[in-house]
């Protein structure tokens, strides 16, 4: 078998030097970052977990193909070439080129994986010799050629970060954010809502019989749920032939108009206010972003172009919103106004035109930075590029130095401005607690050591956790003398429940719908914040700006509780008194 490696990887070598000479001739892409939604999923209301769906994982899988021909192995080499990210592998995915952060929901993180398939798909398919090995790990002493499974399945690394993990603010910076929740929750007393709400009532009420037929109380099918109500009716519309029969394309259509309105208010309002005048903080989720799009072009100028060639970002539509705003492309272009389409990448390029000719890695001020944007999955659906910061459509392109200065004006920069602008009360927060300012946080280049990555990141916070939990203990025993003891018992359960766990996440609703008629559920306190809605101010009018903590409640098995394990199995823990 080793004889039939030898023309596979000579093949591989040509092509790859003749996209280099290709290259050689027209710009130069150095490094990408691409930001996309989630793809088609279970709707967020509805009384089951909200996973990816089969369709949505088409949807991300055609999405990682559109980038693979564009930056790694175009179908057209002659049009494209210049598109190609330098250096980067064309067929076997090499993990040190690319980053991949992801939301730990998993409709967000199986949308990482059904794209990055598309990205780099099994290498029995995509090599052209169709030997899929190109590399000599896979040659056995006895020259047997073992290929991975699934045709030569691709493994990626992907960091998919919990809400106890300081990396999700990048992410999902409006989670836990307090300010964010306070100034969400004045839209409610604004004349905007208050004129728009009183204008659909109508509306809504017409559709609440024939779509939901008395599965959601007539009192939550208002403007005051234009997301959740969407979500579910455009699911509906897709996959259940009832619902699809029972709604004309024109109320789908104004259903979705009015959740674009409700969504830019919340993620998109740049003259809304929290805790400090001036913070923009219902674009919080955009500014803590925009710091991870500048770290990662900053970390492939460190490294010579070795790492950060293709960095992929998945989320949900609330950072994308809040960014698209902050870098000014509603103010000049209305699909901007709302919510993307499901399976949407935002797209940040850094290159060298084509009259700059390199034989190394640029200098800073060789370097420019363009914006582009897919609106969707179709395959009639381009990926366009759009001017920001106030650009106008003859200068879409503008330098890295410019772009710095910009997104600095534009980013929280550090987890720390973060918990202090938010006033966050995120575990992680209490290490930041007596080195945050008073003030508004100013803007810097964000760190990029290595303990800035996720998993490094992740571990600095679960040890800061578990000291200030350990230093309490301590106290209490020592003040107090409170001893703990627990009886055996051997029927304790083994597992741990669900895909979820114990966290809260961003598919988790406060609204169930109990499918089958038997009614619906709001469910407000004692709950865990999650990241993607806002706060307990959605689905229920009667609770707006008043629970702030009380946040959507997951539909589907969640692990047990050590208390709840107790009560069911044997007697609860005992606390031992002693002076």
Known sequence: MAH????????FALFQGAVVALNDTSETIWSSVVITRNGDSIPLIANEPTVLTPLGAQQLFSAGALFRNRYIAPTDVATYAE???DEISTYQLDNSQTFTLSLLDEYVAASAQAFIQGLYPPLINSFP??????????????????????GGYQYPNVYATSLLDPYSIWLAGQTNCNGFLVSGSEYFDTPEYLSVAAATQDFYQSIATSIFGGELPNTDINYHNAYYIFDYVNYGFIHNETIHDRITEDQLSQLRTLADQWEFA????LSASGYYKGDRIRSIAGQTLAAEILELFLNSIETGGSDSKL??????????????????LPDMYAEFFGLPELGSSMVFEMFTPAD????????????QIRFLFRNGTNSTTNLDEYPIFGNSETTMAMSLNDFTTAIEGIMTATVGEWCDVCQSDSVFCAAYTNTTNSSLPSTSTPSISPASRPAVAGIIGAIIALILAGLALALAMLLFGIRFHRRPNPKRRSHLGGFKGAEKMASDPDLTVLKGGAGATVVREGQTPGHERVGSWELGEGSKGKDFGALPSAAGERRPSFEADEEMHGEPVKVDERV
């Open 129 to 150: 010799s169709g030997d899929p090995i190109i590399t000599d790990v896979s040659l056995l002493a006895n020259g047997s050629n073992i290929a991975f499974p699934l």
């Open 83 to 85: 598109y190609i990210i």
């Open 4 to 11: 039939l490696l030898r023309p596979a990887l000579l093949l």
């Open 266 to 269: 919340i993620n998109g309002n």
């Open 356 to 367: 700059v000719l390199l034989d190394a890695y640029p200098s800073v001020d060789q370097l």
């Open 311 to 328: 960095n992929l970002l998945f989320t949900t539509f609330d950072p994308m919103i809040s960014l698209a705003s902050l870098i000014g």
